[in-house]
């Protein structure tokens, strides 16, 4: 049944008030770089923006970095079954292959698809994670239309340190993984870092009885990370560097009730060689040559008839240089993107495309004003693209900040959208994205409020319609219009030793086409967070809470909403040993994401991490 509404708002109620009634201790600063592609203190950020810390990272015990986001404001998932299969992430009501995904600033992702493989990505080698949510093809190109998500991997500098961590739970499921990082110090110091990871689980079946591919085996999955960095200091403001991150998954899933054991094989890797130069006090410039690779086997008979390989490679140059114009910052950047997808079963997919672009920006802070301006110019083989965005701030006082900011965005049709025999058409052109939105920030005693409305319009995007206009059957095809629009609310303080979190998003995400919501995206969605630190001991509770979806976009098939209780407790037993105990979904809910796809009930995780410096 769905989450009553009047009883979240009263819940978030509570929890605003009584934040705001009480003394807080101050909230420590963040920087942040995905925003603007250069470090930026919090308080100058314009977009709305979230930072997952290694800590909530840890804190998540196994699972996927799907179950991280979830969590998140602006952000629902959509998941075939458990933690190794398909999973697509919707930003602000956005598609999956309408946001941005980065690792260490290499774009990763099917060009296939357009989207990022959610479910190889390996949790337990992420140090933190940033969320720019709105618009950002001005900075980053195509498909950055609900924001950009960037992954960023473990690194360190200062005494060398080594960490390892195992535990166990549910369904079997078993976790491993192990880092050392540090520097060398000196003159020409070298930074490092080295992580590897396993992951087992037996699962449960991805597909309930009203599946015409149930199967009630386990679909299980293995996957094993590996991930590094290195850089060389070269002279004073001179550094060189290579970075790499390498995941296999092998995973169950159900097609139906034959002997053989139907599974994907998904790899997801980038690599990265980066120079890094102030050849100026006021001028920086960062070149980066970069390799993504996604690959995906799917084995559903040992037959070649039921093996297909489908790979994306992407290779990418960008030059950076960032200016200090006496307190204010001019980006001005050059890229050069090469797609390429090579397929054993889909021929007709197997095909280049190079994108050429070039960027500026200027970020200007005078006393309480904030302004940002950029444009980007992308050209490939549908034509030249030209995006642009504006935000401006205003402090009111220090505790007080208003936002406003209008971008534009495109997407670029997907291999699929264009080649796939019988689905894809060669005409079809970008989506097209216009976004307004404003925003308050209000500190009050040490309480962090912020509210923000948005107002995303797109057109061109592509759908599938039967029958096709230049065939029969159907085809995906540039012909409805679509609004996401809605407001988010957060809270964020520290009273004391409770922490506490809450946020709730009214949202409307619908195709204006036909006037439906868009399939497997709630109109309301809300999660509650409140951590308490004892001495050696941290205890926190989680409430996660969402609305009715429909699976489909003529909204036929409903599903149901749904409220999570997760709860989680760490025990520092000494300065280097942590004990973590976690249980999701502690009231057992049955729910579904996908209609008759599989969730996970009550679940326990258990876990052992040892560090030291």
């Known amino acids: 049944m769905s989450f009553p509404v009047s009883r979240l708002a009263a819940a978030l109620s509570l929890a605003f008030a009584a934040a ?10 963040t920087v942040i770089v995905t925003a603007n592609r250069t470090p930026q203190r919090a308080e100058d950020v314009i977009p709305d923006t979230v930072v997952i810390s290694s800590e909530d990272i840890a804190r998540a015990g196994a699972g996927s970095v799907a179950d991280v986001l979830r969590r998140q404001r602006g952000i629902e998932i959509s998941r ?67 924001g950009v998500v960037q992954i960023f991997t473990k690194k360190s500098e200062g005494a060398p340190m080594f960490s390892a961590s195992a535990g166990g739970g549910t369904y079997g499921t078993n976790q491993y993984d192990a880092s050392v990082h540090g520097s060398t110090g000196g003159e020409h110091s070298v930074t490092y870092a080295l992580s590897g990871a396993r992951e087992e689980s037996d699962g449960f079946s991805s597909t309930r009885p009203g599946s ?25 403001g001179h550094e060189i560097g290579a970075q790499f991150m390498q995941s296999r998954l092998n995973a169950q899933y159900d097609s139906g009730k034959s002997a053989f054991d139907s599974h994907n094989i998904q790899e997801v890797d980038s690599y990265a060689v980066f120079l890094n130069d102030r050849f100026l006090p006021n001028w ?28 994306t490679r992407q290779d990418e140059l960008t030059w950076q240089n960032t200016f200090d114009m006496g307190g204010d910052t001019l980006q001005v950047l050059a890229g050069h993107r090469k797609e390429k997808v090579l397929s054993s079963s889909v021929k007709d997919v197997n095909r280049t495309r190079i994108t050429n672009s070039v960027a500026a920006s200027y970020d200007l802070r005078r006393g309480s004003h904030l302004l940002d301006v950029s444009a980007r110019n992308d050209h490939s083989a549908y034509g030249s693209k030209t995006t642009g965005a504006v935000g401006y701030g205003y402090e009111f006082t220090q505790d007080l900040r208003a936002t406003a900011s209008y971008g534009t965005s495109f997407r670029a049709p997907t291999f699929n959208e264009l080649f796939y025999p019988g689905y894809g058409l060669m005409s079809n052109q970008p989506e097209r994205g216009r976004n307004a939105e404003a925003g308050v920030q209000y500190r009050v005693a040490g309480v962090d409020l912020q509210a923000n409305y948005y107002r995303n319009r797109l057109t061109d995007m592509i759908v599938s ?22 407001l988010t609310l957060a809270v964020d ?3 004391g030793n409770l922490d506490l979190r809450a946020s709730a998003d009214l949202q409307d995400p619908r195709d204006e086409t036909t006037g439906k919501q868009l399939a497997r995206r ?27 979806r429909f699976d489909d976009a003529a909204n036929a098939n409903r599903l149901g909403g749904y409220g999570l209780l997760n709860l989680y407790t760490t025990w520092h037993m000494t300065r280097d040993w942590s004990l973590l105990v976690r249980l999701d979904n502690a009231a ?7 209609r008759n796809y599989g969730t996970a009930g009550r679940t326990w995780f258990a876990g052992i991490r040892y560090g030291v410096r």
């Not at 705001?20 to 600063?29: K, N």
């Not at 709630?522 to 009715?548: F, I």
């Open 20 to 29: 705001a009634s009480a003394h807080a201790d101050p909230i420590p600063d």
């Open 80 to 146: 075939n079954g458990g933690a190794g299969t398909n999973t697509t992430v919707f930003l602000r009501g956005a598609n999956s292959n309408q946001v941005v995904v980065l690792v260490d600033g290499v774009r990763i992702g099917s060009a296939t698809t357009g989207a990022a493989s959610w479910n190889a990505i390996p949790l337990s080698s992420i140090d933190h994670i940033e969320i720019v949510y709105g618009p950002l093809s001005s900075l980053y190109g195509a498909d950055a239309i609900g």
């Open 212 to 236: 015409s591919s149930y199967n009630p085996d386990d679909d299980g999955y293995t996957r094993n990370s590996v991930n590094g960095r290195i850089a060389l200091r070269l002279a004073e």
């Open 284 to 311: 920086r410039s960062s070149v980066q040559v970069a390799r993504s690779e996604d690959k995906l086997g799917s084995f559903t008979s040992t037959a070649a008839s039921g093996i297909s390989q489908l790979n």
């Open 465 to 486: 319609v039967t029958p096709c206009p230049s065939r029969t059957g159907s085809c995906a095809y540039n012909v409805d219009h679509a609004l996401l629009e809605g």
């Open 493 to 495: 303080t520290r009273i």
């Open 522 to 548: 709630a109109r309301r969605h809300a999660s509650v967070a409140a951590d308490y630190t004892a001495g050696a001991v941290e205890t926190g509770v989680e409430l996660q809470a969402s609305g009715r």
């Open 588 to 594: 057992d809910k049955h729910y579904e994401l996908a």
